[in-house]
């Protein structure tokens, strides 16, 4: 059965501290990693695939790295609108109906 | 490009009462389309997933039920809400195909159901 396990459950940053989320994951036969972030009240928004280890993703703040067992989400130099839960998931090769197993998340705030 | 609606945005219903939440996708043609629960601090349950019209594979035993009348509609249904079915209802499609860019999934705004 695949597993996803986010740590910390909860992340608060002062702006500008930088910081990283962990994301360990057991799969068999890994298609792909993703990465979202949720607003309070909101659904997830996509922000990043990875597929292989070594592979690395950035956007803006927040770069996104893969292992064969984990990933990380670093965001640097943080401000209050990177407050968010951020939300990892797999997909396996063999997923029925291409179906995500995601993680409890890491909810980070972000003070100024 | 393509945009995904849910209806209604919050919904207070009484036990015993019936639910249909409506789910519907612009802008792609023959979509995965699911349907997940998040329980208020938790991670996203996967209830229900459909790969075309009328095929409907379900993730998890409970009083609710999916249906896909048309490509782009998915509709979640209970004949007799429970309390354990408060929670926020998300729905989600993923591009037909196999492109190595095409397996992520876009949520849509989700709907606020309150049992009571």
């Known amino acids: 059965e695949d597993q996803v396990t986010q740590s910390p459950e909860a992340l608060r940053l002062q702006e500008g501290e930088s910081s990283s989320l962990n994301c360990s994951y057991t799969v068999s036969g890994l298609r792909g990693l993703f990465w979202y972030r949720q607003d309070p009240g909101k659904g997830p928004e996509f922000l990043f695939t990875l597929y292989s280890a070594g592979e690395e993703k950035e956007k803006e703040r927040l770069k996104a790295t893969l292992t064969k067992k984990e990933s990380f989400l670093h965001i640097t130099a943080p401000k209050p609108e990177d407050s968010a839960t951020y939300l990892c998931a797999v997909q396996a090769y063999k997923a029925a109906g291409n179906k995500l197993t995601f993680g409890g998340g890491t909810r980070v705030l972000v003070k100024p | 490009s393509q945009t995904i609606h849910q209806w209604p945005a919050t919904l207070v219903q009484p036990v015993g009462s019936p639910l249909s939440l409506e789910c519907t996708v612009e802008?792609?043609?023959?979509?995965?389309l699911y349907w997940y629960r998040q329980a208020a601090g938790r991670g996203l349950q996967l209830l229900f997933y459909?790969?075309?019209?009328?095929?409907i594979s379900s993730e998890v035993p409970q009083n609710l039920s999916a249906s896909r009348p048309q490509d782009r509609q998915f509709i979640l249904s209970s004949k007799k809400l429970l309390l354990s079915d408060s929670g926020f209802y998300l729905c989600?499609?993923?591009?037909?195909?196999?492109?190595?860019?095409?397996?992520?999934?876009?949520f849509g705004p989700g709907t606020r159901l309150t049992v009571t």
């Open positions: 459909s790969v075309g019209i009328g095929q």
């Open positions: 989600a499609w993923k591009s037909a195909g196999g492109r190595a860019s095409s397996y992520e999934q876009y």
């Open positions: 802008g792609t043609s023959n979509p995965n």
